[in-house]
């Protein structure tokens, strides 16, 4: 599956939202070396998958020595969760961003959902190593990364199930109340379109499927 990806440029870092680099972060100590740590990690594992990556390879390419990468991280399992981990509140943030600035602006409700959508699939695109990342790798990076992945879908399932209560509030002769059963179903579903791009190689290209994975969403919360 990994070799369905073309490699990444030979960059130090790869292109990731600026989240993942806490440089003026006074609690994490010396930030700008674990953002690189952390992007480094990121474009080994688009170019050569999670198992094979080693901490030399993550030193390599964030232009650290190994010294520095233990010095953060214990082990690369402990480097992918805290990438994963951030990564989901940075776009889990840009996504209630979206949500707020189009209920401000008084977008009609399937506007609203598409706006959310949107914005979740830009900030995707905009790193192809994180989507990857975050869409493939982390299955394959044991037990504690799979137990962090079920957290992130239930962060994403609650995040989706607040928007639809909300709207159901809202437009009630229009948005139906939706189960939890159902949004999981929904989030499963667009998990799947966007896996099918990543795998591609066209991650860069998931804002193709805003149109798509909006109409799943508005299909289940529209009342018939």
């Known amino acids: 599956m990994v070799g369905l990806v073309p490699a990444l440029p030979?960059?130090?870092v790869a292109p990731l939202p600026e989240e993942l680099a806490p440089v003026d972060d006074p609690a994490v100590d010396d930030g700008h070396r674990r953002g690189r740590i952390l992007r480094a990690l990121?474009?080994?594992?688009a170019e050569k998958g999670y198992r094979a990556t080693t901490m030399s390879d993550i030193a390599r390419v964030g232009q650290v020595s190994k010294t520095v990468v233990y010095a953060h991280f214990r082990d690369k399992e402990q480097c992918l969760l805290e990438l994963y981990s951030r990564a989901t509140d940075a776009v889990l943030e840009t996504v209630r961003e979206a949500q707020?600035?189009?209920r401000a602006a008084g977008l009609p409700w399937r506007a609203r959902v598409r706006s959310a959508?949107?914005?979740y699939l830009e900030v995707l695109a905009a790193g192809p190593a994180l989507a990857w990342a975050a869409l493939v790798e982390v299955q394959a990076a044991g037990t504690s990364a799979l137990a962090l992945r079920r957290d992130v879908v239930d962060r994403?399932?609650?995040l989706l199930g607040q928007s639809a209560t909300e709207l159901h509030a809202e437009h009630p002769d229009e948005v139906r109340p939706l189960s939890r059963e159902l949004l999981l179903a929904a989030v499963g579903g667009i998990n799947e379109l966007m896996l099918a791009r990543v795998e591609r190689g066209e991650a860069d290209r998931l804002t193709e499927d805003a149109e798509v994975a909006s109409a799943v969403l508005i299909g289940l919360l529209e009342r018939r």
Do not use: G, K
Request: net charge negative; proline share 6%.
């Open 100 to 102: 707020d600035a189009a």
């Open 156 to 158: 994403y399932v609650d």
């Open 10 to 12: 030979d960059a130090p």
């Open 117 to 119: 959508v949107e914005a």
């Open 42 to 45: 990121a474009v080994c594992m």
